[in-house]
């Protein structure tokens, strides 16, 4: 008998499958989907592989199996596995990485002393450069580079889980702490994050006619796809538990993916309220051994519901009766790292291949997901009866002309002073992080760069710090421009910090709390800072897009949009689309009790189609504007956009790879893309490392994906040994 074997590495070469001979005494019990140990290379080192096939036959295996680990994986998980190597252009190894349990070695931390702290080890180089490291031959040591390719799956480890895990000492992780590699955190342990949790439990409320139209829809369905269109404060959750419900009462089981780490301890209450402890949590904010426990919880039926972020979906739940995505329109949903997979695509097969209903939900659908769907179920009224909140725009152009030159306008000022004198809280949405966006000699035009990205630091004054926000790097802040030696230095834009700062000193008596990515890096950070604006009744709420879907606050009643503009203004086909979404999920915070809401939002474009629809929180307006303006410009749904992204070390070398993939592209399928010439990116410098992209459209389909596939395959074989390229369907970011 012979196995067909996937090696577990990160390979340039696309997918190369290798035959082994399986021994007499294993025949019996090797199965596809096995853990296994075979000799590989020149050297025959013992690396680990997955069986994807068996058969009876090869010509070319000449090595034997030398043990079978275990069977962590099903005939399905590895079909799924080929399906999206293919589909996204990366190995299989990487898409198997997805559906394995994270780290079944773990020690149980659970029998430890409640209140003790451990070591927990984390990763502080990006793996990207780590992995260029090694191509080049910087990085030899095969335990430390083993190290730190277990971290970048498994970052935030117990540091004794990690040296079982990796077979690594101690004095191994000392040195790569000492080399920068690793950062290793004294922690209070916490395996199960939700053992302390006081929840109220409660009981299914009436149904509104318009969600017993959706339940009754829904509930009876084998495979379809629904999408729930509702307004903010609609009652989609409540739907979704008795749907939930309806299932578990048939002795089946649900996924439900919601996407921001910050939405899933919300989510959790609601549901625990609704079903008691039946309930599994998966997001990458877990501990290893946190996410080990829910894992195999699932693995052995002893839940029913399955919460969590987008790798949830490949949680091995059996007997599965129902997948439902919240807030189906984010971005977060689409991997931006290798696999870069949607996971509303394997929702969508997962749920075909069970035969079960799909439920997508939002108050601002994708516009692909609306343009494509064929059932749509509105809710088109609050639950609880309660009215949307009143928005007014506010021209910043005309604020300027009155001399009013701080990012808070005379209205909205006014505003917040009246909420607190009424004590009512507040929410101020502005998405960029830090204190100035960027800082400038105003003699001679220096602008302060990071060293290893083509891009502008930014100001965070708390620290003093200049920090790049594509590579972590840091550095001083400057009083001294390095370039003419004026001391005419001037910090431009304004983030989070600065609208912080500005807040304490116009509003003393008020109390504040901010969200933002460098508040929320430790663990529960996101759950501790929400609850304590909620339970404290803290007064005004500062955040980045974090502060604006899904959550649920009775006593805010203003919120204000402080540059409307700011997302609508990159190099993106979206913008319109992510700045209506953004605005109308923000006011959807405001107002959703008997309290009547209000929204400010602060613009220079008012009179921008988005910002109009915005203020009437009408969707299908804005919907008939932007999809014709897709349609005349060929873009999603109407086409696919295909991103090659190249990067390398090698400012040469990555010209003239960049030119050969564009040549194998043009040469295979030039007649079904519109391939564009290959160009450095936008920010054509991140971590060192040059970047280029060639970008294609086409209509994506089996066709296609062969001739990329083809593409790839011949490209492989040039051996550029500086140089990567990813492949990204409808990326995220197109920078």
């Not at 509003?507 to 404290?536: C, G, W």
């Amino acid at each position: 008998m012979i196995a067909e074997v996937i090696i577990n590495r990160i390979a340039k070469d696309l997918n190369k499958i290798f035959d082994y001979i399986v021994p007499k005494d294993m025949e019996n019990t090797i199965k596809i989907g096995a853990r296994i140990f075979v000799p590989f290379g020149p050297k025959n080192s013992n690396i680990e592989g997955f069986v994807i096939g068996l058969k009876q036959e090869s010509e070319f295996a000449n090595k034997e199996i030398i043990k079978i680990e275990d069977i962590p994986l099903t005939e399905e998980n590895i079909e799924l596995a080929k399906l999206m190597a293919r589909r996204y252009f990366c190995n299989i190894s990487e898409c198997i990485k997805l559906m394995l349990p994270p780290g079944e070695k773990t020690t149980n931390l659970e029998n430890r002393i409640k209140d003790k702290t451990a070591n927990f080890v984390y990763l502080k180089k990006d793996i990207d450069e780590i992995e260029m490291e090694i191509d080049l031959g910087q990085l030899k040591n095969a335990k430390h580079i083993k190290v730190l390719r277990f971290l970048s799956e498994n970052d935030g480890i117990y540091k004794a889980d990690l040296e079982i895990l990796a077979e690594v000492s101690s004095a191994t992780l000392k040195t790569l702490e000492k080399k920068d590699y690793i950062e290793i955190i004294e922690q209070k342990i916490e395996r199960n994050p939700f053992k302390s949790r006081e929840i109220k439990h409660d009981k299914p409320l009436p149904l509104t006619e318009e969600q017993q139209i959706a339940f009754d829809k829904i509930s009876n369905s084998k495979f379809n796809e629904f999408l729930i269109y509702g307004v903010t404060g609609s009652g989609k959750t409540e739907v979704y538990l008795q749907l939930i419900q309806n299932v578990i009462d048939k002795g089946k089981r649900a996924i439900v993916l919601v996407p921001e780490i910050s939405l899933t301890p919300q989510m959790v209450d609601r549901f625990s309220a609704r079903f008691g402890d039946c309930i599994s949590v998966l997001h990458s904010k877990l501990s290893t051994g946190e996410r080990n426990d829910q894992w195999k919880n699932i693995k052995e039926n002893k839940c029913k519901i399955v919460i969590g972020a987008r790798s949830a979906i490949f949680a091995p739940v059996q007997n599965l009766g129902i997948i439902i995505i919240d807030e189906e329109h984010d971005t977060s949903y689409k991997s931006d790292m290798a696999p870069r997979f949607n996971a509303k695509d394997i929702a969508t097969y997962i749920a075909k291949k069970n035969d079960i209903p799909l439920v997508l939900g939002s108050a601002t659908p994708d516009i692909s997901t609306y343009y494509n769907a064929k059932n749509i179920i509105r809710l088109t009224k609050r639950a609880n009866n309660s009215d949307l909140p009143d928005v007014e725009i506010v021209d910043l152009r005309q604020e300027l002309a009155n001399g009013n030159r701080s990012i808070l306008s005379e209205k909205l000022k006014k505003e917040i002073e009246k909420n607190l004198e009424n004590k009512k809280q507040t929410i101020l949405f502005l998405n960029r992080r830090g204190f100035s966006t960027f800082v400038m000699c105003r003699d001679c035009g220096y602008t302060v760069k990071c060293k290893r990205c083509n891009i502008s630091l930014t100001y965070h004054m708390k620290e003093d710090k200049l920090k790049c926000h594509y590579c972590g790097y840091e550095m001083n802040n400057i009083k001294t421009c390095p370039k003419c030696k004026s001391k005419n230095i001037k910090h431009f834009g304004s983030g989070t910090q600065k609208l912080e700062e500005l807040i304490y000193s116009t509003y003393p008596q008020a109390t504040t709390i901010r969200m933002d990515i460098d508040t929320v890096s430790k663990k529960n950070s996101h759950e501790k800072i929400l609850n304590q604006f909620k339970e404290e009744n803290i007064d005004i709420l500062i955040g980045t897009q974090m502060v604006v879907k899904g959550h649920h606050f009775p006593n805010v009643t203003l919120v204000g949009v402080i540059a409307a503009d700011a997302s609508l203004n990159t190099e993106d086909f979206r913008a319109n689309e992510r700045t209506f979404d953004i605005l109308v999920q923000v006011a959807g915070r405001a107002g959703r009790e008997k309290l009547p809401g209000k929204v400010i939002i602060q613009t220079y474009s008012p009179e921008n189609f988005c910002i109009e629809c915005s203020k009437e929180q009408n969707y299908d307006n804005f919907y008939k504007t932007e999809i014709e303006l897709r349609k005349q410009l060929k873009y999603p749904p109407f086409c696919d956009i295909i991103m090659f992204g190249i990067n390398s070390v090698d400012k040469d070398e990555i010209k003239e790879a960049s030119e050969k993939l564009y040549n194998l592209l043009k040469k295979y399928g030039q007649a079904e893309m519109q391939i564009m010439p290959p160009l450095p990116a936008p920010i054509d410098r991140i971590k060192y490392k040059y970047r280029w992209r060639i970008i294609a459209k086409c209509k994506l389909n089996n066709k296609i994906i062969d001739i990329i596939n083809r593409a790839l395959e011949d490209y492989y074989n040039l051996k550029y040994k500086k140089t990567r390229v990813s492949v990204d369907v409808n990326p995220n970011n197109m920078s």
